[in-house]
């Protein structure tokens, strides 16, 4: 039996992580080596509790009734601190936008210590390490940070994520959410945060806010100021070039996300995600035709065939051959093209929605079918191959394997335009770079 994969967490809940060990060492007085996450989604309840083992939260947070129960989220997740201490992290401290706040010049210390000198501002920062699990991605190792400022300065003020609680703002701190260093700036419309703002995503700003009112209640005794957060990635700018962020238009960082707060191993959730995401942004941002291919080689290879589209006009969609040509077929566009490799092109014309190898064999029986169908002398030869490549190359060398090669073309053409609802231009590579067929 094959091991178990690991799960791991988003970037949504080690940012949560991270402002619960910082606010625990405002309220509590001590750092400490672990923190309970909220999982998000979040659903209201006529009972529950307002944490994992609070018995009494109901006391001095949401009301336990009715018409006033607090969220809850559908879970809790202990993650490990990597680092807790007083004043703003490192690079926030540094960075001229936040310089200010801070007192940076010779006050920071007074002004953002331990007990606040200045009666308003106290400030403490934490770091958890993002762990990708058996999935990791460019962003499995960072560190994400969040700085916490307690600021009796902005008692009345409202913040960001006040309404995403769905908890009364008279009963819990305000909290602002902000991004600093290494976290992307949104600029280009269509995706869930305006343009101009920091890319951290509706559910971790939920998710966030949840875990500050939570744990203003339970750390320490006695009211707790407004709290603002600023989540900074000391690596994010670096990292977000191994991203798909710079085509989406979010710019200076990664994004804090996260709908579930973990992550599971190989997450059709999560990719799914990002095609809607890059479709949206295409449309948004008025992209009259839109590329769709399987993977990285067969993007270049399409980018090359339509220098005049841009970069964002194109996203790699996978296995997720019946989701992103529904998804596309739905929107604006004008023309929607396909590109692939051979095994994906046959796999289509076979009607296959998902085209992964251990969920979609390639029907090598049909392909020989299609072979004697045009009178292809090599039909037993790829009727015994085990790979699409194999298969390819005997027709490349037959007299007939042009034509099979393009009726297996008009096939899986005939199917994206079923999965689309409308026609799609169909390219077809070969792994060499050359291309084989355009319908």
């Known amino acids: 039996m094959a091991a178990r994969l690991r799960e791991g967490f988003t970037t ?17 007085g001590r750092a400490p080596s672990h923190v309970d996450v909220p999982l998000p989604p979040f659903s209201s309840g006529l009972s529950g509790s307002f944490g994992p083992t609070d018995a009494a939260a109901d006391d001095s947070g949401g009301k336990n009734s009715e018409h006033g129960a607090p969220p809850t989220p559908r879970g809790w997740l202990r993650l490990e601190v990597a680092a807790c201490g007083h004043g703003p992290a490192p690079e926030l401290a540094a960075w001229p936008e936040f310089a200010p706040l801070f007192g940076v010049g010779g006050s920071c210390g007074r002004a953002v210590g331990a007990e606040g000198h200045n009666g308003a501002l106290r400030v403490a920062h934490a770091s958890i390490r993002k762990d990708g699990g058996d999935d990791p991605d460019a962003t499995s190792g960072a560190l994400i940070t969040a700085t916490v400022v307690e600021n009796s300065a902005m008692a009345g003020q409202t913040g960001v994520a006040d309404a995403a609680t769905g908890t009364d703002a008279a009963e819990a701190p305000a909290v602002s959410i902000e991004g600093g260093p290494g976290v992307g700036r949104v600029t280009l419309p269509g995706l869930p945060i305006p343009v101009g703002e920091a890319a951290v995503n509706p559910t971790p700003r939920q998710q966030i806010a949840f875990a500050m009112r939570h744990g203003a209640l339970v750390f320490g005794a006695g009211p707790c100021p407004p709290l603002r957060v600023i989540v900074s990635v000391p690596e994010g700018e670096r990292l977000a070039r191994q991203t798909f962020n710079p085509r989406l238009g979010i710019v200076g960082g990664i994004s804090i996300l996260g709908t579930q707060g973990t992550v599971r191993p190989y997450s059709h959730q999560a990719w799914k995600a990002t095609i809607e995401q890059g479709l949206a942004v295409a449309a948004a941002t008025g992209c009259r035709d839109m590329g769709l291919t399987t993977g990285r080689r067969s993007e270049r290879l399409l980018m090359d065939k339509y220098p005049h589209m841009p970069q964002r006009s194109f996203i790699q969609v996978a296995d997720f051959a019946a989701f992103s040509l529904k998804a596309a077929g ?18 289509l014309a076979q009607g296959h929605a998902y085209t992964h190898a251990r969920h979609a064999d390639l029907d090598m029986e049909d392909l020989a079918r299609l072979c004697r169908q045009c ?9 015994h191959c085990v790979t699409a490549a194999h298969a390819l190359e005997l027709l490349l060398q037959d007299k007939a394997g042009n034509d099979v090669i393009a009726l297996a073309g008009e096939k899986a053409a005939a199917v994206a335009a079923n999965f689309a609802g409308r026609h799609v231009r169909l390219h077809l590579f070969h792994t060499d770079g050359r291309e084989l067929l355009a319908l």
Not at 12 to 23: E, V
Not at 330 to 347: E, H, Q, S, T, Y
């Open 12 to 28: 949504g809940s080690a940012a949560t992580g991270a402002a619960l060990a910082a606010l625990h060492l405002l309220r509590a």
């Open 330 to 347: 739905a929107m604006p566009f004008d023309n929607l093209i396909w590109g692939c490799f051979f095994g994906k092109l046959v796999k």
């Open 375 to 383: 009178g292809a002398s090599c039909a037993d030869q790829v009727r």
